[in-house]
């Protein structure tokens, strides 16, 4: 059986460069790995108050623009035709704002869905 010690894994307390930095002290720009390393462990405590805020979260599989007459005669078994082809991107929602986009999967008994494209600011198309 591996002890922690055969496995070689850095100490996460200490801050460590990332691949391909030099951390030597001779050289312009030394430490930079560790700086970036510490201000992300800076901005995770930062964030910790906010970790137990509810989101609301939504997959879209697609929309239907109906009148008033036609949402009326809908039955149970009636079929709503969406604006959506089968197998194109559905969209997912946080908090009403659109930030990805995926699949639908099945897990285990249950509908799921799998982000494949993170929406940026203002990358709505």
Do not use: C, F, W
């Amino acid at each position: 059986m591996m002890s922690e010690d055969d496995l070689n894994l850095p100490d996460l307390g200490a801050a460590q460069p990332g691949p391909g930095a030099d951390a030597s002290p001779a050289q312009p720009g030394a430490g930079a790995g560790q700086s970036l390393i510490e201000e992300e462990i800076r901005t995770a405590v930062d964030l910790a108050p906010v970790y137990d805020v509810p989101v609301n979260i939504s997959a879209v599989l697609g929309k239907a623009h109906v009148d008033v007459n036609s949402l009326l005669r809908l039955t149970s078994g009636s079929v709503l035709e969406l604006d959506r082809k089968v197998g194109e991107a559905i969209d997912i929602y946080v908090n009403n704002r659109l930030v990805a986009r995926g699949e639908v999967v099945v897990v285990e008994d249950r509908l799921g869905v799998t982000m494949t494209e993170i929406i940026k600011d203002g990358d709505t198309g």
